[in-house]
Protein backbone atom coordinates (compact mmCIF):
# COMPACT_ATOMS: atom_id res chain seq x y z
CA UNK A 1 0.00 0.00 0.00
CA UNK A 2 2.66 2.19 0.99
CA UNK A 3 5.19 1.68 -1.85
CA UNK A 4 1.95 1.92 -4.12
CA UNK A 5 0.85 5.46 -2.40
CA UNK A 6 4.08 6.96 -2.69
CA UNK A 7 4.62 5.91 -6.92
CA UNK A 8 1.85 7.34 -7.85
CA UNK A 9 2.61 10.52 -5.83
CA UNK A 10 6.06 10.74 -7.37
CA UNK A 11 4.78 10.59 -11.13
CA UNK A 12 2.68 13.69 -9.93
CA UNK A 13 5.67 15.73 -9.29
CA UNK A 14 7.75 14.11 -12.57
CA UNK A 15 5.48 15.23 -14.96
CA UNK A 16 5.69 18.66 -13.66
CA UNK A 17 9.66 19.32 -13.00
CA UNK A 18 12.21 18.62 -11.45
CA UNK A 19 12.24 20.14 -7.81
CA UNK A 20 15.08 21.24 -5.65
CA UNK A 21 15.63 19.89 -1.82
CA UNK A 22 15.02 24.06 -0.86
CA UNK A 23 12.35 24.63 -3.47
CA UNK A 24 8.89 24.50 -2.75
CA UNK A 25 5.68 24.28 -4.88
CA UNK A 26 3.08 26.75 -4.52
CA UNK A 27 -0.58 26.77 -6.03
CA UNK A 28 -0.51 29.86 -7.87
CA UNK A 29 -4.59 30.51 -6.03
CA UNK A 30 -2.34 30.88 -2.44
CA UNK A 31 -0.13 33.50 -4.47
CA UNK A 32 -3.56 35.39 -5.39
CA UNK A 33 -4.54 35.10 -1.98
CA UNK A 34 -1.58 37.15 -0.43
CA UNK A 35 -1.28 39.59 -3.40
CA UNK A 36 -5.45 40.24 -2.40
CA UNK A 37 -4.72 40.41 1.51
CA UNK A 38 -1.19 42.59 0.70
CA UNK A 39 -3.64 45.09 -1.48
CA UNK A 40 -6.31 45.16 1.27
CA UNK A 41 -3.65 46.46 3.67
CA UNK A 42 -2.46 48.86 1.73
CA UNK A 43 -5.79 50.35 1.62
CA UNK A 44 -6.41 50.00 5.49
CA UNK A 45 -2.70 51.60 6.09
CA UNK A 46 -3.89 54.73 3.95
CA UNK A 47 -7.44 54.43 5.83
CA UNK A 48 -5.50 54.51 9.37
CA UNK A 49 -3.39 57.89 7.66
CA UNK A 50 -6.34 59.80 7.07
CA UNK A 51 -8.42 59.08 10.19
CA UNK A 52 -5.13 60.40 12.25
CA UNK A 53 -4.92 63.09 10.62
CA UNK A 54 -8.76 63.81 11.61
CA UNK A 55 -8.73 62.54 15.07
CA UNK A 56 -11.76 60.09 14.48
CA UNK A 57 -10.61 58.18 17.14
CA UNK A 58 -13.07 55.26 16.69
CA UNK A 59 -12.48 54.95 13.33
CA UNK A 60 -8.87 54.38 14.39
CA UNK A 61 -9.72 52.19 16.61
CA UNK A 62 -11.92 49.95 13.79
CA UNK A 63 -9.55 50.39 10.88
CA UNK A 64 -6.43 49.47 13.78
CA UNK A 65 -8.87 46.20 14.29
CA UNK A 66 -9.10 45.81 10.62
CA UNK A 67 -5.39 46.04 9.20
CA UNK A 68 -5.21 43.66 12.58
CA UNK A 69 -6.84 41.02 11.10
CA UNK A 70 -5.86 40.97 7.95
CA UNK A 71 -2.36 40.16 9.00
CA UNK A 72 -3.23 37.47 10.60
CA UNK A 73 -4.89 36.70 7.84
CA UNK A 74 -1.35 36.78 5.70
CA UNK A 75 0.10 34.96 8.54
CA UNK A 76 -1.64 31.91 8.03
CA UNK A 77 -1.60 32.33 3.81
CA UNK A 78 2.50 32.26 4.54
CA UNK A 79 2.22 29.12 6.85
CA UNK A 80 0.43 27.21 4.19
CA UNK A 81 2.98 28.43 1.81
CA UNK A 82 5.18 26.25 3.88
CA UNK A 83 3.32 23.56 4.34
CA UNK A 84 4.28 20.76 2.29
CA UNK A 85 2.67 16.88 2.17
CA UNK A 86 4.68 14.66 4.60
CA UNK A 87 4.95 12.01 1.51
CA UNK A 88 7.30 14.58 -0.17
CA UNK A 89 10.00 14.03 2.06
CA UNK A 90 10.03 10.70 3.31
CA UNK A 91 9.27 9.23 -0.03
CA UNK A 92 12.36 6.81 0.27
CA UNK A 93 10.83 5.54 3.41
CA UNK A 94 9.21 2.10 1.60
CA UNK A 95 13.01 1.51 -0.34
CA UNK A 96 14.75 1.90 2.62
CA UNK A 97 12.85 -0.44 4.89
CA UNK A 98 12.46 -2.59 1.96
CA UNK A 99 16.10 -3.25 1.54
CA UNK A 100 16.80 -3.29 5.75
CA UNK A 101 14.82 -6.01 5.81
CA UNK A 102 16.26 -7.78 3.16
CA UNK A 103 19.79 -6.94 4.63
CA UNK A 104 18.37 -8.65 7.92
CA UNK A 105 16.87 -11.57 6.17
CA UNK A 106 13.44 -10.22 7.88
CA UNK A 107 9.84 -10.31 5.84
CA UNK A 108 8.08 -6.75 6.43
CA UNK A 109 4.53 -5.25 5.46
CA UNK A 110 5.12 -1.01 5.80
CA UNK A 111 2.48 0.82 5.67
CA UNK A 112 1.95 4.28 5.52
CA UNK A 113 -1.43 5.91 6.74
CA UNK A 114 -1.94 9.78 6.86
CA UNK A 115 0.91 10.87 3.66
CA UNK A 116 -1.26 13.76 2.74
CA UNK A 117 -0.80 15.87 6.54
CA UNK A 118 0.90 18.50 5.86
CA UNK A 119 3.83 20.06 8.04
CA UNK A 120 6.49 23.06 7.78
CA UNK A 121 9.24 21.89 5.27
CA UNK A 122 12.10 22.71 7.63
CA UNK A 123 10.58 20.87 10.23
CA UNK A 124 10.18 17.49 7.79
CA UNK A 125 13.68 17.95 6.63
CA UNK A 126 14.88 17.77 10.28
CA UNK A 127 12.61 14.92 11.14
CA UNK A 128 13.96 12.52 8.09
CA UNK A 129 16.97 11.30 10.03
CA UNK A 130 15.11 10.42 13.63
CA UNK A 131 12.74 8.94 12.03
CA UNK A 132 14.75 6.79 9.61
CA UNK A 133 16.45 5.46 12.75
CA UNK A 134 13.18 5.04 14.38
CA UNK A 135 12.05 2.78 11.46
CA UNK A 136 15.56 0.96 11.41
CA UNK A 137 15.27 0.13 14.66
CA UNK A 138 12.16 -1.20 15.02
CA UNK A 139 13.41 -3.89 11.89
CA UNK A 140 16.31 -4.45 13.67
CA UNK A 141 15.62 -4.80 17.22
CA UNK A 142 11.62 -4.80 17.21
CA UNK A 143 10.56 -7.56 14.39
CA UNK A 144 11.46 -10.94 15.00
CA UNK A 145 12.30 -13.38 12.03
CA UNK A 146 9.62 -15.74 10.06
CA UNK A 147 10.89 -18.49 12.10
CA UNK A 148 10.36 -17.22 15.42
CA UNK A 149 7.09 -14.82 14.47
CA UNK A 150 5.41 -18.72 13.27
CA UNK A 151 6.23 -20.74 16.92
CA UNK A 152 5.26 -17.10 18.93
CA UNK A 153 1.83 -17.94 16.40
CA UNK A 154 2.43 -14.69 14.88
CA UNK A 155 1.85 -13.49 11.03
CA UNK A 156 5.43 -14.85 9.42
CA UNK A 157 5.32 -11.18 8.01
CA UNK A 158 6.19 -8.17 10.41
CA UNK A 159 3.88 -5.34 10.24
CA UNK A 160 5.24 -1.97 10.73
CA UNK A 161 3.32 1.17 10.34
CA UNK A 162 4.31 4.34 9.79
CA UNK A 163 0.97 7.14 10.81
CA UNK A 164 0.98 10.66 10.76
CA UNK A 165 -2.27 12.65 11.77
CA UNK A 166 -3.62 16.28 13.16
CA UNK A 167 -4.24 17.06 16.12
CA UNK A 168 -5.33 20.91 17.64
CA UNK A 169 -2.62 22.24 16.15
CA UNK A 170 0.43 19.81 16.35
CA UNK A 171 0.94 16.63 14.26
CA UNK A 172 1.02 13.29 16.10
CA UNK A 173 3.51 10.83 14.20
CA UNK A 174 3.75 7.04 15.48
CA UNK A 175 5.80 4.43 13.90
CA UNK A 176 4.55 0.80 15.36
CA UNK A 177 5.81 -2.59 15.29
CA UNK A 178 4.37 -5.82 16.25
CA UNK A 179 7.24 -7.29 17.25
CA UNK A 180 9.13 -8.22 20.27
CA UNK A 181 8.46 -4.88 22.52
CA UNK A 182 10.99 -4.22 24.73
CA UNK A 183 12.63 -6.64 27.67
CA UNK A 184 12.68 -4.74 31.01
CA UNK A 185 14.78 -7.41 32.13
CA UNK A 186 17.48 -7.19 29.86
CA UNK A 187 17.77 -3.92 29.91
CA UNK A 188 17.91 -3.59 33.35
CA UNK A 189 20.44 -5.75 33.43
CA UNK A 190 22.25 -3.36 30.57
CA UNK A 191 21.89 -0.57 32.58
CA UNK A 192 23.52 -2.28 35.70
CA UNK A 193 26.27 -3.10 33.70
CA UNK A 194 26.93 0.45 32.24
CA UNK A 195 26.93 1.59 35.99
CA UNK A 196 23.59 3.44 35.13
CA UNK A 197 22.12 1.96 38.58
CA UNK A 198 23.72 0.09 41.26
CA UNK A 199 21.84 -3.45 42.17
CA UNK A 200 20.57 -2.54 45.04
CA UNK A 201 18.29 0.54 43.21
CA UNK A 202 17.57 -1.39 40.76
CA UNK A 203 15.23 -3.36 42.63
CA UNK A 204 13.03 -1.07 43.63
CA UNK A 205 12.75 1.09 39.63
CA UNK A 206 9.10 0.98 38.49
CA UNK A 207 8.75 -1.07 34.67
CA UNK A 208 8.63 2.81 33.25
CA UNK A 209 11.75 3.53 34.98
CA UNK A 210 13.54 0.54 33.68
CA UNK A 211 12.42 1.39 30.19
CA UNK A 212 13.31 4.93 30.37
CA UNK A 213 16.90 3.79 30.46
CA UNK A 214 16.86 3.23 26.07
CA UNK A 215 17.06 6.91 26.35
CA UNK A 216 20.82 7.72 27.88
CA UNK A 217 23.16 8.62 25.72
CA UNK A 218 25.25 5.40 24.45
CA UNK A 219 22.58 3.02 25.69
CA UNK A 220 21.63 -0.04 24.02
CA UNK A 221 21.04 -3.59 24.29
CA UNK A 222 22.74 -4.99 21.14
CA UNK A 223 26.46 -5.58 20.80
CA UNK A 224 26.80 -5.11 17.52
CA UNK A 225 27.00 -1.63 15.97
CA UNK A 226 26.56 -0.98 12.07
CA UNK A 227 24.58 0.86 9.56
CA UNK A 228 21.62 -0.91 10.50
CA UNK A 229 21.33 -0.53 14.34
CA UNK A 230 21.97 3.50 13.91
CA UNK A 231 25.72 2.88 14.60
CA UNK A 232 25.26 3.41 17.91
CA UNK A 233 23.56 6.49 17.80
CA UNK A 234 20.53 5.59 20.52
CA UNK A 235 17.24 7.38 21.15
CA UNK A 236 18.71 10.09 23.05
CA UNK A 237 19.69 11.73 20.13
CA UNK A 238 15.96 11.51 18.51
CA UNK A 239 14.81 12.71 21.50
CA UNK A 240 16.99 15.35 21.75
CA UNK A 241 16.34 16.19 18.07
CA UNK A 242 12.94 16.57 18.85
CA UNK A 243 13.18 19.00 21.96
CA UNK A 244 14.95 21.12 19.72
CA UNK A 245 12.09 21.02 17.02
CA UNK A 246 9.93 22.20 19.65
CA UNK A 247 7.82 18.42 19.65
CA UNK A 248 7.86 15.85 22.10
CA UNK A 249 9.09 12.00 21.74
CA UNK A 250 7.35 8.79 24.30
CA UNK A 251 6.56 5.00 23.57
CA UNK A 252 4.54 2.62 24.49
CA UNK A 253 5.70 -0.91 24.46
CA UNK A 254 4.61 -4.66 25.67
CA UNK A 255 6.84 -7.46 25.45
CA UNK A 256 5.85 -9.73 22.29
CA UNK A 257 2.99 -7.09 21.29
CA UNK A 258 5.08 -4.68 20.01
CA UNK A 259 6.56 -1.06 20.39
CA UNK A 260 5.23 2.50 19.29
CA UNK A 261 7.36 5.45 19.08
CA UNK A 262 5.36 8.61 19.83
CA UNK A 263 6.25 12.00 18.05
CA UNK A 264 4.21 14.97 19.04
CA UNK A 265 5.41 17.93 16.58
CA UNK A 266 4.46 21.54 16.33
CA UNK A 267 3.23 22.63 12.84
CA UNK A 268 5.74 25.11 12.19
CA UNK A 269 8.73 26.08 14.42
CA UNK A 270 8.34 29.90 13.15
CA UNK A 271 5.16 31.20 14.84
CA UNK A 272 3.45 29.16 17.73
CA UNK A 273 0.56 29.48 20.50
CA UNK A 274 2.05 30.72 23.92
CA UNK A 275 1.17 31.44 27.16
CA UNK A 276 2.50 34.41 29.08
CA UNK A 277 3.70 34.75 32.62
CA UNK A 278 5.32 37.10 34.99
CA UNK A 279 7.94 35.72 37.10
CA UNK A 280 9.62 38.46 39.32
CA UNK A 281 9.24 41.50 36.87
CA UNK A 282 10.22 39.91 33.65
CA UNK A 283 7.87 38.42 31.17
CA UNK A 284 7.99 34.71 30.16
CA UNK A 285 6.07 32.36 27.45
CA UNK A 286 5.87 28.67 27.72
CA UNK A 287 4.68 27.06 24.86
CA UNK A 288 0.63 26.09 24.90
CA UNK A 289 0.95 22.78 23.66
CA UNK A 290 3.06 21.77 26.83
CA UNK A 291 0.18 23.55 29.17
CA UNK A 292 -2.42 21.26 30.80
CA UNK A 293 -4.02 23.95 33.34
CA UNK A 294 -3.87 27.19 35.18
CA UNK A 295 -4.94 27.00 39.45
CA UNK A 296 -4.20 29.23 42.37
CA UNK A 297 -2.32 27.08 44.96
CA UNK A 298 -2.74 27.91 48.71
CA UNK A 299 0.91 27.65 50.29
CA UNK A 300 -1.11 25.42 53.05
CA UNK A 301 -1.08 22.60 50.49
CA UNK A 302 2.12 22.26 49.20
CA UNK A 303 4.38 19.78 51.26
CA UNK A 304 8.05 18.97 51.14
CA UNK A 305 9.53 15.37 51.28
CA UNK A 306 13.55 14.76 50.99
CA UNK A 307 13.90 18.67 50.46
CA UNK A 308 11.67 18.44 47.27
CA UNK A 309 8.41 20.59 47.34
CA UNK A 310 5.19 19.21 45.90
CA UNK A 311 1.14 19.06 46.50
CA UNK A 312 -1.79 16.41 45.37
CA UNK A 313 -4.10 17.64 42.59
CA UNK A 314 -7.38 14.69 41.80
CA UNK A 315 -5.02 12.37 43.85
CA UNK A 316 -1.96 12.68 41.30
CA UNK A 317 1.26 14.18 43.14
CA UNK A 318 2.78 17.05 41.25
CA UNK A 319 6.21 18.31 41.77
CA UNK A 320 6.55 21.71 42.20
CA UNK A 321 9.35 24.41 40.37
CA UNK A 322 9.47 27.59 41.97
CA UNK A 323 10.81 30.02 38.55
CA UNK A 324 11.80 32.74 39.80
CA UNK A 325 14.72 30.46 41.62
CA UNK A 326 15.47 28.75 38.59
CA UNK A 327 15.89 31.91 36.52
CA UNK A 328 17.04 34.24 39.55
CA UNK A 329 14.15 36.57 39.78
CA UNK A 330 12.81 38.74 42.56
CA UNK A 331 9.78 38.56 44.87
CA UNK A 332 9.27 34.95 43.98
CA UNK A 333 8.26 33.91 47.47
CA UNK A 334 4.98 35.01 48.82
CA UNK A 335 1.93 34.29 51.29
CA UNK A 336 -1.07 32.99 50.46
CA UNK A 337 -2.19 31.73 46.88
CA UNK A 338 0.29 31.26 44.07
CA UNK A 339 -0.63 31.56 39.96
CA UNK A 340 0.39 28.22 38.99
CA UNK A 341 0.90 26.51 35.37
CA UNK A 342 0.05 23.07 35.41
CA UNK A 343 2.80 21.30 31.94
CA UNK A 344 2.85 18.10 31.16
CA UNK A 345 5.68 16.72 29.14
CA UNK A 346 6.04 13.28 28.10
CA UNK A 347 3.70 12.04 30.43
CA UNK A 348 5.92 13.63 33.38
CA UNK A 349 3.91 16.71 35.19
CA UNK A 350 5.14 19.65 37.03
CA UNK A 351 3.73 22.75 38.83
CA UNK A 352 5.17 25.85 37.58
CA UNK A 353 4.85 28.86 40.26
CA UNK A 354 4.62 32.47 38.49
CA UNK A 355 4.47 35.56 39.57
CA UNK A 356 1.46 36.87 37.22
CA UNK A 357 -0.91 35.19 34.64
CA UNK A 358 -1.12 37.07 31.81
CA UNK A 359 -2.97 35.85 28.71
CA UNK A 360 -2.28 33.15 25.93
CA UNK A 361 -1.16 34.72 22.17
CA UNK A 362 0.41 33.99 19.09
CA UNK A 363 3.98 34.06 19.27
CA UNK A 364 7.16 34.21 16.55
CA UNK A 365 10.40 32.00 17.77
CA UNK A 366 13.49 33.45 17.46
CA UNK A 367 16.64 31.74 18.31
CA UNK A 368 18.80 32.45 21.08
CA UNK A 369 21.83 34.87 21.40
CA UNK A 370 24.79 32.82 21.11
CA UNK A 371 25.70 33.71 24.84
CA UNK A 372 22.21 31.83 26.37
CA UNK A 373 22.42 28.87 23.90
CA UNK A 374 24.19 26.77 26.56
CA UNK A 375 21.10 27.79 29.33
CA UNK A 376 19.15 24.72 28.68
CA UNK A 377 15.89 26.14 30.31
CA UNK A 378 15.04 28.33 27.38
CA UNK A 379 14.48 27.27 23.71
CA UNK A 380 14.31 30.61 22.66
CA UNK A 381 13.27 34.30 22.58
CA UNK A 382 10.52 36.21 21.35
CA UNK A 383 9.28 40.14 20.68
CA UNK A 384 6.47 40.77 22.60
CA UNK A 385 3.59 43.75 20.58
CA UNK A 386 5.10 45.79 23.44
CA UNK A 387 8.76 45.31 21.46
CA UNK A 388 10.31 44.18 24.75
CA UNK A 389 11.69 40.28 24.53
CA UNK A 390 10.56 37.73 26.30
CA UNK A 391 12.19 34.04 26.68
CA UNK A 392 10.47 30.76 25.82
CA UNK A 393 10.88 28.35 28.43
CA UNK A 394 12.15 24.69 27.24
CA UNK A 395 9.69 22.63 29.03
CA UNK A 396 10.91 19.23 28.52
CA UNK A 397 14.13 20.36 30.52
CA UNK A 398 12.38 22.27 33.06
CA UNK A 399 10.03 19.17 34.04
Request: hydrophobic share 40%; proline share 3%.
Amino acid sequence: KAINFMDEKKKTVKKSGIVRKSDIRVNIKKLDNLQNLLSELVIAKEGLKGFVKTGERESIISETERIANIVSALQDEVMKIRMVPIWQVFERFPRIVRDTAKELGKDVDFEIKGGDIELDRSMLENLAEPLLHLLRNSIYHGLERAEERKNLGKPERGHLIFEAERQRGIVLIKVSDDGRGMDTQKILKRAIEMGLVTQEKAKVLTEREILDFIFVSGFSTSNIVNEVSGRGVGLDVVKTRLRKLGGTFDFKAEKNIGTTFILKIPLTMAIIKAFLVKIGKETYAIPLTFVEETIELNQKFIKTIHSKELFVLRDEVIPIKRLHKTFGSENGDKEGLYPVVIINSESKKAALITSEFLDHTDIVVKTLPRTLTDIKEFAGVTLLSDGKPALIIDVPNIV
